[in-house]
């Protein structure tokens, strides 16, 4: 039973930094991508980015340059270094995994973490 299981979240005031974790238990297969969701109130869910199992990654465009996601499969964790933060990026952030490549689409995945609160303050 794969379980995703997020932590890092919190305060911040703008301009800052982040850094989320997102550790993957139980048994997984091999070719899986890792994204980053969040979501705000009164939002939909939006992809902030994804990481392939080659280690390819894509990026929404408004966090493109200030957010970088990494994966260390060996101890089946993934990152999301979030810099330069701004009042726009607070929510509610979860990850998620999917077999093979990435995808926007929220509803292609099928596990997800419980989600992590990140507040920018100005």
């Known amino acids: 039973h794969v379980q995703l299981v997020e932590s890092g979240g919190g305060s911040v005031q703008a301009g800052g930094s982040v850094r989320l974790s997102c550790e993957v238990s139980?048994?997984?297969?091999?070719?899986?991508?890792m994204a980053w969701f969040r979501q705000s109130p009164g939002k939909e869910r939006e992809g902030v980015g994804g990481?392939?199992?080659?280690?390819?990654?894509t990026y929404e465009e408004s966090v493109k340059g200030r957010f970088t996601i990494s994966r260390d499969n060996a101890k089946k964790m993934v990152f999301l270094q979030m810099n330069s933060l701004k009042s726009e990026d607070a929510g509610t952030y979860s990850c998620?995994?999917?077999?093979?490549?990435?995808?926007?689409?929220?509803?292609?995945?099928?596990?997800w973490g419980q989600g992590t609160q990140v507040t920018v303050s100005s």
């Open positions: 998620a995994a999917r077999r093979y490549a990435c995808m926007w689409q929220p509803n292609a995945y099928g596990l």
């Open positions: 139980g048994n997984t297969q091999r070719n899986y991508c």
């Open positions: 990481i392939d199992s080659d280690g390819t990654t």
